[in-house]
């Protein structure tokens, strides 16, 4: 994950670099387009064109309304990628949510034997003994499932959940993912990598057989996320 790491940063480094010079390209490309279309319009408006100026001035213009259009599709994506990450964290509707969602969620006090407790230390060694006791393990026989009444899984189904995860299934996992949903607010869609998928696959794959196997994600990971 981490050498995956290394190259969407070589690739962010580089579609920066290639999306200044295409800006610089388009500005002069449009002050091309402009003085053609005003040169057109002299030589139609004083009556000596023909229709090889007029192809000519209605190129220019559908040239000139596609890029325009570009740079349209351009301030969206912009403005998509840069609202979660910037305007609403200014906004007084987003404090107003997260501080209504943390006041939800905040647990005041517990009942213990009957009293109430409220005494933070207290509350949190209540629910560390409570779920202590909840999940550990029982020295008792295991339980054979001998009815027909309980359902059970096949032995191929039992044998899915013990093996490697496949390249195969990583691929269906990003094939079912919707193109324009990001990975987060590094901008790289899933369109990209279904699109690039030969490269970066086996950077997919390793961290995924990595937590199968030694049940643990590596650092690139967290640092990515």
């Not at 002050?31 to 040169?39: A, H, S």
């Not at 339980?143 to 269906?172: A, C, H, I, M, W």
């Not at 937590?211 to 990515?224: E, G, H, K, R």
Request: proline letters at 3%; a positive charge; one cysteine or more.
């Amino acid at each position: 994950m981490s050498r995956l790491k290394a190259k969407f940063k070589r690739l962010k480094s580089c579609l920066k670099s290639w999306n200044a010079s295409r800006k610089s390209e388009l500005k002069t490309r449009k002050k091309d387009l402009l003085v053609c279309l005003g040169l057109c319009d002299v030589v139609l408006e004083a009556g000596q064109g023909d229709d090889n100026i007029r192809s000519i001035r209605m190129q220019s213009a559908n040239d000139l309304a596609k890029m325009e259009q570009e740079v349209v599709n351009d301030m969206a994506q912009k403005t998509k990628y840069k609202w979660p990450i910037q305007w609403d964290e200014n906004t007084k509707f987003f404090h107003t949510i997260i501080n209504k969602k943390w006041n939800l969620r905040t647990i005041s006090g517990v009942k213990l034997e009957g009293n109430w407790i409220t005494d933070l230390p207290q509350v949190k060694t209540a629910f560390f003994d409570f779920f202590s006791a909840k999940f550990a393990k029982f020295d008792t026989f295991p339980v054979v499932n001998q009815s027909d009444r309980f359902k059970s899984l096949y032995p191929f189904q039992r044998e899915g959940l013990e093996t490697n995860v496949s390249l195969v299934e990583v691929r269906e996992a990003v094939w079912s993912c919707g193109s324009n949903k990001s990975l987060g607010p590094d901008g790289f869609s899933f369109a990209l990598i279904k699109h690039f998928w030969e490269d970066p696959k086996d950077d997919i794959l390793m961290p995924l057989l990595s937590f199968v196997t030694l049940s643990f994600f590596l650092q690139a990971v967290i640092d990515m996320s």
